[in-house]
């Protein structure tokens, strides 16, 4: 087989994605078998082989999906989104497993079932089905009001959990498929610029309050460009102003142990005996590293248990020790190919729906790529948000299984037709 | 249907849309790519020397407990180092090979008789969890002695992994001196955990069990401390980890205690381990507990032993049918007996149905008829006022007043003198309520069993059979009958200090019974409990003291058919000024005169500074 026929968009199948999710997943494998191996326990108890079993799994379901017509996808959008609000409430005020921390669990005896996790699939679908058929418009502010509520109310329940993380991931999901459903850049940007003027303004150094200062002049300019609607303009520049001015009114009223938690969370390296430790621990296995690594089974930070999560949310900092920057950067290659090859499905059709799931579904992977990789280098708060395909749980493998299977699925359907 | 056209213009834009999105992410990979680079090429050095020749370890600083002591400042309850031998996870051989090698040597290591020092499962059991427990020691001999802790640290070349962890536990200098009152620790229990008074706790964490040691524990415990350090190959520490401030433990508060170490000594030697019964000694002026006994008594040492031997000396106190480990001055629950003939006459005075100089129709001739029972009387005293019925403990005198007066009086008087079904509140956990019964409450309690309520009950409740006290309600009752100003909660606390010595937290005497009545009232119980001592064929002439006047009642309880009573005995010094309430009961025993008020009377010596003339 060629490379030419491999890249062909006229197969039913893209044999490229296939083969890449695959790698992801072998190397995901080799990661989980150096951070957990020990000599004593029966492979079929250890966490390499429980993976491979959540992987075929998620295979199984994946190729189920693959004869899912576009249609039914439609129209069970709206009673799966439905179908999730009630388990996420149902988890929240009912049946949390108060004993495993916060309650994100139904436990249905044979296996424990993770509503959020459901909440991210049935949330694209709906929301992609809505913005599919309702195209959303600056100039049409009551484009938003169903999308909005849509939203808000899955990422309340979520984010009262609490499982922030995950809540931020509705969001990102939310903001491209707007950037899909009609919405320029520049409205993306003046929609996020409110939170990130909190962001900038909170603390009162000089060197955000100059961050902060060109965001107001990038705003102005963009409104300026944009030539919106007055009101909107005057909305979007007020929220703006009032969001920096408040958040340091808010700042100043904390008391200084309520300050110290939002630097721990923002910067964690500011409490090194707290969430700091973690990441200090993982920056030091990912940078002894070095160019090349340690190699295999080598990896003494690893190997000394010193990261108390390596084979879940800091399993690329196994990765970063044991094949140094050639062993990272070659995985970032591959997810790179592996988002490139995913959202090239929505190139096969004009069906705005078609557009959205895709997009939507590689945004949920880039997401957890990015915060992921960046909180093990610490570069964002820690937060925890798994690594797809690389790291170790079999609710998120799931998932990503199953994302996997709607974009094997919508290239397969185009095509077909 | 669309035309093909729009269908391609909307393909352009999505095409490009999607570029945009892409481009974006090669942006943001390209930054995790910086970051990368600058990690493990720029800084390689530094994280290769910090990950390769130091190897960085957290260790939870744990804080030192508070102390607790008496109130002229003799310690009661202090640390000792205890050395505990563990396994270090991260630091054993990887190797099966290898971990076996550290297995067998420790088997090998042989104390002077030549036993080996380590039991072989405890061992294995530690090196099952090292798969499992990786970020702090697994103990598997706790409490070695130096000598131990001498050949481990000899042999540590063959040990890698095998580390010598120094804890503090309690130590109580005087063994089973006030054991119940200082309660003990031990190793927070899985139902605790669950329990909201014990969040932020953590398994493994000491905790106080019971008495001082459980109702302090927050304030004992301090804020514990954490440091990083570097260890070397073996696992062993080389220094500080430098550039990283660790937290100081922050020790914890000190417990100043009402008890006078010399009045519970002497309490202590007054009431035999063997015997069952209970003593408390109360300043009735603001409610500090001088002294509290309750026998057979236990040693809170044992809980501080290596484990087996714990288990042994928790297995002997447990499974005991004397229960010791009950503090019977707060827990035990008993019949007033005639110590609660001062409540009847007390509540007679008060309301005007008896006085000074009342008689009443019978005169006492060894019983009394009521209806087609008769009550009988330990004695024959014939015709009697208040204080002499009180003097002689005559029954029939108290079955006619009990009578007159009524139950709703009675309960009324006592109850504002401390007794009754709400709790006193000291400041230690396992205090139980009594209970002053009255027609309805009768009913209620007994409705299983089907009593009812007679008139006829009142007979024995006037002297004190059928309700329920505890030896510390007793002692209040006397002493605040005594002083007339008021009834003070019962407490242990006096002031928490911090590690300088600070007070930090003082105790605020609190009155929360009314505790008051009328002057005559109070002139003619205090004439009653005087004779009781101090006249001639008192029951309590056992109990006087030379040069200060005590004033006393003794009670008998009946509990069972053909058992010796319950010997009661509460007394209050001096009876003019009242310094100090001392109640003391000894099960089974005989009579409260001849039992007990020997007892109370040493303990009242000590108080008093003076020689026992014996």
Known sequence: MSSGKLLDSSLKI?????????SLMACGLVLVYSATIMDEIPFYRTYWFKQLLHFLGGFVVASLLVFVKIDW???????????????????????????????????????????????????LLVISYWLSRHPVSLYKVKSFAVPFVLFIVPFGLVLKQPDLSTALTFIAVTLVGFFFAGLTLTDVFLMVSPVVSVLFSHSQSIGYEILWGLLICAVVFALVRRRLPKVLTVIF??????????????????????????????????????????????????????????????GTQTNLSFLPEEHTDFIFSVLGEQFGFVGCAVILVLFALFLWRATSVCKLTPDPFVTLVTMGASTIFLFHILVNIAMTIGLMPVTGLPLPFLSYGGSFALTCMVLVGFLLCLRYQCRRR | MRSSSTDNEILQRKNWSVLVYMVGVVVLFGVLLIRLFVLQYVHYDENMRRSDNNRLRRVDLVADRGFIYDRNGEVLVRNRPSYQIAL?????????????????????????????????????????????????????????SQEQVAVVEEHSSELPGVVTVIESRREYPYGTLASHVLGYTSEITEDQLKLPEYEGYTQGDRVGQKGLEQAYDKDFRGKDGVKLVEVNASGREVGLFQGVDGQDPVPGLSLVT???????????????????????????????????????????????????????GWAQVALDSLRPLTNRAISGTYPPASVFKLVTAGAGLESGLLSENKYYPKPCSGGYQYGNRYQKCWGYHGNLNVVNALRLSCDVFFYQAGLDIDMERINEFGRRFGLGEELLGVDIPGERAGWLPDSVSFNKRNKRNGWQWARGLILNLSIGQGQIVTPLQQAVLVGALATNKGVYRPHFMKELRDAQGNVVRRYEPEIIRPGKMKAETHRVLMNAMDSVVNHPGGTGKRGALPGIKVGAKTGSGEWKRGEKTHAWYAAVAPLENPEIAVAVIMEAAGGGGSVSAPIAKKVLMAYFNLEDSH
């Open chain 2, 88 to 144: 270090q996870a991260g630091s054993l051989p990887r190797s099966k090979s290898g971990k076996d090698s550290v297995f067998r040597n420790l088997l090998k290591i042989r104390n002077k008789s030549g036993e080996r020092m380590f039991d072989s499962l405890a061992v294995d059991t530690a090196f099952q969890r090292s798969l499992w427990i990786k970020n702090r020691p697994i103990r598997f001999y706790e409490d070695a």
């Open chain 1, 14 to 22: 893209d044999w490229l994605f296939i083969g890449l999710v695959v």
């Open chain 2, 258 to 312: 009402t008890i006078d170490l010399k009045l519970q000594k002497a309490a202590e030697a007054a009431i035999p381990d063997s015997a069952r019964g209970a003593l408390v000694a109360i300043d009735p002026r603001n409610g500090e507990i001088l002294a509290m006994v309750s026998s057979p008594r236990l040693d809170p040492n044992i809980f501080s032993l290596k484990r087996r031997e714990r288990n042994k």
């Open chain 1, 237 to 298: 520049l007020a929220a703006n102003i009032l969001a920096g001015y408040a958040s340091s009114m808010v700042w100043n009223m904390l008391e200084p142990h309520q300050q110290k938690r939002v630097n721990t969370f923002l910067d964690p390296m500011s409490d090194p005996m707290g969430d700091g430790y973690q990441v200090l621990q993982s920056i030091t296995a990912i940078g002894s590293g070095g160019v090349s690594g340690k190699g295999f089974g080598n």
């Open chain 1, 73 to 123: 996808l439609k129209r069970a959008a709206v009673p799966l989104y439905i179908v999730s609000l009630i388990l996420l409430a149902v988890v929240l005020f009912v049946a949390g497993d108060v004993v495993k921390g916060a309650g994100r669990w139904i436990d249905l005896g044979l296996f424990k079932l993770q509503p959020s996790e459901f909440a991210k699939i049935s949330y």
